[in-house]
């Protein structure tokens, strides 16, 4: 999720770091534009620009979005995951914990919203304790709980929203569907951590003013109504209406700490997968290859285009769904840039530790495509069963 981003201005135009800065921030948004932009030169914008934008999806997407941002505005997530974490007594414990509050947490809040809420929590924790030898692989496994986490509920991952949308699965289908792989990452992840040596863990007492109750309150409400709203429960135009006009008096600023950008590179990648499936020879190149084995073609293309564009971009070209399913869930571990997620993790442990940054690169790789073959090789043995 990106940061509300100051621009100092110098004369009449932004400041070189500021101009630097926005550009870091939104690469993934500066991206999609350009590649919309350069397809819109071989098709010239016409009526069927407008068949296609799924406004469902980005209504979902924002409304999901503005309510998480209300509830991390009074420190909803960051109390429970602490009152969670205190009850660990032990390095290994506190991993645990840290990994199930992540991977919990991107079921309901978005892998990259449930990153920059717990990654600075488990840096807390860890070094606050003289346990920060533990802190690089702490990050990898949040990482990878946040990106695998996400992909059981259609709102835990943008690129699901928009498959649950573009497909019509429904509920039941889509958790039978990731059901498996879900399950398989769970144990791969406490595997992982339960290789933690043990080791005694006294987490600093800091002193928090309670949760405003009515607040608290008529958020969690608010963030039910989303949920319902994206379940198909409550028409997505009424849940988006009320949604909006209860923050706008109760939480303005959390309107505007919603992730525009994420938002904005939805609507770009829609411009390019649309202009893209109206020229035939990509439209014959996409449909042999996903032809012939859409599960990897979907994971391989999430390890160069990222795993919400390639969703947006490839289901414009086959309509085996539970494989595109889960290829773009699976695919968001392996390289850096497979998830958007991977990159705000990245970005986060460099910024404590400058120096070692190759390390963490090479650990984070041996871990990431190590979960990548394995999940691979389960989603190839039970897809046949959805795919009949």
């Given amino acids: 999720m990106a940061k509300t981003v100051t621009l100092p201005h110098m004369g009449h135009g932004l400041h070189p770091d500021g101009a630097a800065a926005f550009c870091k921030k939104n690469a993934m948004l500066l991206i999609a534009a350009t590649l919309a932009l350069l397809t819109m030169i071989l098709i010239p914008p016409d009526h069927a620009y407008a068949g296609y934008f799924d406004w469902k999806t980005l209504s979902c997407l924002f409304s999901t979005l503005a309510v998480v941002c209300a509830l991390k505005s009074i420190r909803f997530f960051t109390y429970l995951a602490r009152q969670i974490v205190k009850l660990a007594g032990n390095t290994r414990m506190a991993i645990l914990a840290l990994m199930g509050i992540t991977f919990i947490g991107s079921m309901f809040m978005a892998n990259d919203m449930a990153l920059l809420t717990f990654l600075p929590l488990g840096y807390d924790v860890l070094s606050t304790t003289k346990q920060e030898k533990h802190i690089p692989f702490t990050f990898i ?5 946040a990106n695998l986490g996400g992909m059981l509920t259609p709102f835990g991952n943008p690129q699901n929203l928009f498959l649950y949308e573009k497909f019509h699965i429904s509920n039941g289908e889509f958790v039978s569907i990731m ?7 769970v144990l791969l992840i406490f595997v992982c951590c339960m290789t933690v040596k043990k080791e005694e863990l ?4 800091k002193t928090f003013a309670p949760l405003p ?4 309150a008529l958020y969690l409400v608010l963030f039910a109504c989303a949920i319902l709203m994206v379940m198909r429960v409550l028409p997505w135009w009424i849940a988006l209406i009320g949604i909006t006009a209860v923050l706008m008096i109760a939480a303005p600023r959390a309107l505007t700490k919603v992730d525009f950008g994420l938002l904005g590179t939805f609507f770009a990648f829609f411009i390019f997968a649309g202009n893209l499936a109206r020229i035939e020879p990509v439209r014959v190149l996409f449909s042999r290859l996903l032809g012939m084995n859409p599960l990897w073609v979907s994971a391989i293309s999430c390890q160069l285009i990222s795993n919400v564009p390639s969703a947006i971009l490839l289901s414009q070209f086959t309509e085996a769904y539970p494989a595109l399913l889960m290829g773009v869930n699976i695919g968001g571990t392996g390289t850096l840039i497979a998830s958007l997620a991977s990159l705000i993790t990245f970005r986060e442990y460099a910024s404590h530790y400058p120096n070692k940054i190759g390390a963490y690169v090479k650990l984070f790789s041996v871990f990431n495509f190590g979960f990548l073959a394995v999940l691979l090789m389960v989603c190839t043995l039970c897809l046949p069963l959805f795919m009949a």
């Fill in 179 to 185: 059901v498996i792989p879900f399950a398989v990452a």
């Fill in 202 to 205: 006294v987490i600093a007492e």
């Fill in 213 to 216: 109750k009515g607040r608290t």
């Fill in 141 to 145: 496994m949040q990482n990878i709980s």
